[in-house]
């Protein structure tokens, strides 16, 4: 047919360095995932319309989601250089190499937060969410999975496709 598919702008894009190639291949297979599972319950072209446009809205709000990221890493990193550079010793005087030291191991007499103590505390958080979420879809005795209709929901969300459920988003926004 003279129709050009997603998949081929695509490329096309890609091809004319307008768009990067990781980017390209990553919206590709989303596109080649999505239409596959979508062919199952509707035709080949509504298939291609539905996940074109699918594949449109995942792609925009993992850029989004990306902006936001570099946005706070940059934040950090300016927070960060600022808090080394005011540290002062208990003496009142500037020690470079102790507030390296602080800023690696923490100090709870500092502004500056620690990576070690932080790292730990993320740790402990996400085994908790890691716990609570094999404890609502984990295996039970029989060795049955627990929740099947709420785990479907979940991975519905994981896939940009809205399933209505708050608790299912929230579950799939923790794992991204």
Known sequence: SGKMSLWDCIQEAMDGNEMSAQRGREAQDLFNRLRADYEGR???DAASAQAADDVKKIMAA????????MTL???A?????????AHKTLTGKSNPADALRIFIEGDENSAITGIVPLSKSLKGFYHAELDNVLKSFGRNLFGSVRNKAQLA????ELFGRASGDEVAKELSDAVR
């Open 153 to 156: 929901r979940v991975v519905d």
């Open 73 to 75: 890493r940059l934040r």
């Open 62 to 69: 993992r850029a989004g989601q990306k902006r936001r990221e």
């Open 42 to 44: 509707v035709g080949p």
């Open 77 to 85: 990193a300016q927070r960060n250089t600022s808090q080394l550079a």
